[in-house]
Nanobody, 126 residues
Framework: QVQLVESGGGLVQAGGSLRLSCAAS????????MGWFRQAPGKEREFVAAISWGNGNTYEKDSVKGRFTISRDNAKNTVYLQMNSLKPEDTAIYYCAAKTTSYELGFTKVYEYDYWGQGTQVTVSS
């Protein structure tokens, strides 16, 4: 079992930046692929970015490539999502997720993940 706690959300103007953090506890952080998802009102939860547990390969949704960067610090049991050049359409609740895996891969589907955080609100004003 692993517990995930997100932080760093807030209100920002378009063009601004935020860095989300997700702290994991309960078990060793290594061996978990990590992901960020988001859900806007009235919409399904969607993939944003993922990172493998070992080699640190990253995967991003096309619409955030070049603006968002996912990273992890295994020593701190923390994964980050640096978000730059934010747009109003990035407004959503952002969720951190963890998947137990022995493969050094990223995962992009909601159903692939085993654990979820409670989410943090990101609001981008125009």
């Amino acid at each position: 079992q692993v517990q995930l706690v997100e932080s760093g959300g807030g209100l920002v103007q378009a063009g601004g930046s935020l860095r989300l953090s997700c702290a994991a506890s309960g078990r060793t952080f290594s061996g978990y692929a990590m992901g960020w998802f988001r859900q806007a009102p009235g919409k399904e939860r969607e993939f944003v970015a993922a990172i493998s547990w070992g080699n640190g390969n990253t995967y991003e949704k096309d619409s955030v490539k070049g603006r968002f960067t996912i990273s992890r610090d295994n020593a701190k049991n923390t994964v980050y999502l640096q978000m730059n050049s934010l747009k109003p359409e990035d407004t959503a609740i952002y969720y951190c997720a963890a998947k137990t895996t022995s493969y050094e891969l990223g995962f992009t589907k909601v159903y692939e993940y085993d654990y979820w955080g409670q989410g943090t609100q990101v609001t981008v004003s125009s």
